[in-house]
Structure formats: structure tokens, C-alpha cells
């Protein structure tokens, strides 16, 4: 089964819970992430238009939480997350949630 991550960026708050979860829960050294924020901005594009987001974006460490996915569990990046911009399921469910979504999203999957 394929799965995959949806994330909300829109309303990401750039609290970093997702890369602590992400390092917690695989035990990965200072400076190694399965997750990783990014920053994009602050610009202006226009009058009254700004460029300001954060981005959480997967790593090639992320596993997509195999044990806890095998085990029933959400994927430690998605549990933490309180603002509910993650979201997790089979790469069915998650192109058909990013569909209906409106505001800036991206799905990232795991073929390994
Ligand atoms: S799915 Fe798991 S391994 Fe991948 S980024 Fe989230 S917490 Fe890390
Ligand atoms: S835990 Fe959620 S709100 Fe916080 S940085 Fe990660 S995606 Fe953004």
C-alpha cells in the first residue's frame, strides 16, 4: 500500500512540533530531520500582496512512519501537529483530500 502526507501549508504557524515529533520518534542526532521547515519570504509581489509562508517538507530520512502505521497509529509528524495542517492516508485518500482543499497544500508520497 502506498501512502502519503497531505500538508495544509496554508495555515502552518511554524511551530516546529512536526520536526521535534518526527526526531523524538526516530531517535535522529542533532541536525538530522525526517522533516524539515522551510520559510518562504516575507516579499511583496504586489501592492498589497505578500509572499510569507512556512513549509514543512520531507526528507529522504522520513519512513513515513512505518512501525506506528503498522501499529494503527498516525505518523508522529501528523499526531503533533495542533494545527491540523497534516494529514495522512493511502496515496487514494490523500490526492482526493488535496482535490477538495482550497488554499496552498502539497502531497508528498513515499515510494521506498
Ligand atoms: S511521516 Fe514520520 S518519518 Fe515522515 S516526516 Fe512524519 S514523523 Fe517523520
Ligand atoms: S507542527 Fe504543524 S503547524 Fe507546526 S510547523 Fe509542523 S506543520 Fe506547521
Given at each position: 500500500m502506498e501512502y502519503g502526507l497531505l500538508i495544509h501549508f496554508e495555515w502552518c504557524t511554524g511551530c516546529h512540533a512536526c520536526e521535534v515529533a518526527c526526531r523524538n520518534e526516530h531517535d535522529f542526532p542533532i541536525g538530522k530531520y525526517g522533516i524539515k521547515l522551510t520559510?518562504?519570504?516575507?516579499w511583496q509581489y504586489g501592492k498589497?500582496?505578500?509572499e510569507w509562508d512556512y513549509v514543512p517538507i520531507t526528507t529522504n530520512l522520513c519512513d513515513?512512519?512505518?512501525?506506528?502505521?503498522?501499529a494503527g497509529e498516525k505518523p508522529a509528524?501528523?499526531?503533533h501537529c495542533m494545527a491540523e495542517?497534516?494529514?495522512?492516508?493511502?496515496?487514494?485518500e490523500i490526492l482526493k483530500k488535496s482535490a477538495e482543499l482550497k488554499g496552498k497544500c502539497m502531497v508528498l508520497f513515499n515510494n521506498k
Open positions: 520559510e518562504q519570504g516575507p498589497n500582496d505578500w513515513m512512519c512505518k512501525d506506528r502505521i503498522d509528524c501528523v499526531h495542517v497534516m494529514d495522512f492516508g493511502t496515496k487514494e
